[in-house]
């Protein structure tokens, strides 16, 4: 394979460039306050949150429509040394992997939901991101709280 000056890249030089490039075009997602994870939890809890796990991967940018439009997407056309199209496909999922690393979860809340749904989801034309720590604590607080309601116990006061 080569780059689009000629210069021949060898499989491997590819894939370091598209960890290099997955460094660098690294998607910053800032950590939220304890306080706004626990009111995460009790939406999410309530049914008042839609995230992604909720969600057929094949429907997320159907649901949450920024994704079909770009907004997870990698690098425009000529940040690779050559066409998308010719990248191997773990060359461009290492490269996604990587930009990707600290995403955790995508949700929006149910208020905002468009008009129409498909398939009997609803369509979001907003979303969030969660950090994957985050996320970790919440999905943690979450199954705690659904064995907590189903097991009939009262909330401790």
Excluded: C
């Excluded at 075009?25 to 008042?48: F, H, S, T």
């Amino acid at each position: 394979m080569s780059d689009d000056k000629g210069n021949a890249m060898t499989d491997q030089e590819l894939m370091e460039f598209a960890l290099r490039k997955g460094e660098a075009d690294l998607l910053v997602i800032p950590k939220k306050e304890r306080e706004e994870l626990q009111q995460l939890v009790r939406d999410i809890v309530a049914g008042n949150v839609v995230t992604a796990e909720q969600i057929p991967t094949d429907m997320w940018s159907t649901v949450f429509m920024p994704i079909m439009f770009g907004a997870l997407n990698g690098p425009s056309p000529g940040e690779f040394p050559v066409r998308m199209s010719d990248l191997p496909s773990e060359v461009y999922r290492a490269y996604t992997d990587t930009r990707l690393r600290d995403l955790g979860t995508i949700y929006e809340n149910v208020s905002e939901a468009g008009p129409m749904s498909i398939n009997g989801y609803p369509t979001f034309y907003s979303m969030k991101l969660l950090h994957k720590d985050d996320w970790d604590r919440v999905l943690a607080a979450v199954r705690r709280e659904l064995d907590r309601r189903a097991s009939g116990e009262d909330v401790d006061v």
